[in-house]
């Protein structure tokens, strides 16, 4: 059974900080491509930033600077901290892994980002 359980939401300041885990299992993570997207209420759902199986990077502009991707093999883990927040940022987060050997696709539950004063 192939999971993918996303932690570190929060409710937090404008400027504030967050750190989004997520951790996979049930799949052979060094061949997946990682990615954490995002929702906005009315919104579609919209790519953040994706790290490859080389550890490559791409991130939206809207974030670039201030969120980065990173991934920990070993862990099966891929990690985004979240600087200078603002209330454009608030969303439901979702981590994503896209296999690169298949056609496979999976998508956590989600973890509510709110920034609010």
């Known amino acids: 059974q192939v999971r993918l359980v996303e932690s570190g939401g929060g409710l937090v300041q404008p400027g504030g900080s967050l750190r989004l885990s997520c951790v996979a299992s049930g799949i052979i993570f060094n061949v997946y491509t990682m990615g954490w997207y995002r929702q906005a209420p009315g919104k579609k759902r919209e790519l953040v930033a994706v790290?490859?199986?080389?550890?490559?990077?791409n991130y939206a502009d809207s974030v670039k600077g201030r969120f980065t991707i990173s991934r920990d093999n070993a862990k099966n883990a891929v990690y985004l901290p979240m600087n200078s927040l603002s209330p454009e940022d608030t969303a439901v987060y979702y981590c994503?892994?896209?296999?690169?050997?298949?056609?496979?696709?999976?998508w956590g539950q989600g973890t509510q980002v709110t920034v609010s004063s």
């Open positions: 994503n892994a896209a296999s690169t050997v298949g056609s496979s696709v999976y």
């Open positions: 790290i490859g199986v080389g550890s490559t990077t």
